[in-house]
């Protein structure tokens, strides 16, 4: 039985043929993306503005979403939001916290308030616990949010600096900058719920560029010092094509996965499965064509980490860096 092969052996794409394109393709994605959270923002979720959440579960047949917005609205505590959550007939829903918030037992009236109303529009619906969240305590999850992601992106910069070469760095640096942003814009296009969920999407699609990223590098790396006298862009597309089955494997396998996810998984964690799919896609996307070409712009070629002979003290040669750029 022939084993089934996704990419060819003597595959040959030229991928940095197309760089300048897909280099320009992905400013305009990432100026839109700012212009989109600047016009449209984020539709961020209780965990970072706070709220309170009650889940209900119907008895019977289960009333259309918008009849349960429409009569949730009509409660007076602010737009809800309305999700299934785990089994047919079981609903999350969440409401902003009270405009007086700040009034000794606001919060706790407002929850009442909610269930009571819930209570009066389905009368045979059971209601749970309600669960609210402060605006300290979101205004936390934000920060803390927000400084996870950054410390993780430098964090990496920093390791493939070290393993690498500070081109290399760089280079990762952007890609996974590129990354982060389109899924914000994504976000603020589609207006899907964002919240504590999507921040663990982010550090997810940050891990799996990361690891795209650093197999393409190491394959760099090794090619860099094989071939000396082969010119930098086809050693770089030599290099991307001797990884591409591994990527398109790896690939391939989560988005099956997560399409199924997509498909028939629970509201819930829609959000959650949207920007893992989307990440799939740009993580590889900038693999190829934002920190490879990097290197390209940073003048990286075969002779740039060869060991370098200076005159030491008394006359004697000394080698200043070894090919993986450590000082000896």
Known sequence: MRLLKLVPDDTNIQFLKWRNIAMAISFISIVASFV???????????????????RVEFVGATPPIDEIRSKVDAIGLGEPTIQQFGSEGVVLIRTALPKNKGAPGATD???KQLVNGIKAAFPTAKTGAVETVSEKVSGELFFWGGLSLILSTIGIAIYIWLRFEWQFGVGALFALFHDVTLTFGFFALTQL???LNIVAALLTIIGYSLNDTIVVFDRVRENLKKYRKMEIIPLLDLSLNETLSRTVMTSLSMLIALGMLLIFGPDVIFGFTAAMVLGIFVGTYSSMYMSAPILVWLKVGPDSFVPRATTGIGGGERIERKDDGAVV
């Open 109 to 111: 009236r407002a929850g």
């Open 36 to 54: 989109l959270l600047g016009v449209r923002g984020l539709n961020l979720g209780v965990d970072f503005v706070g709220g309170q959440s009650v």
């Open 193 to 195: 719920q964002f919240d």
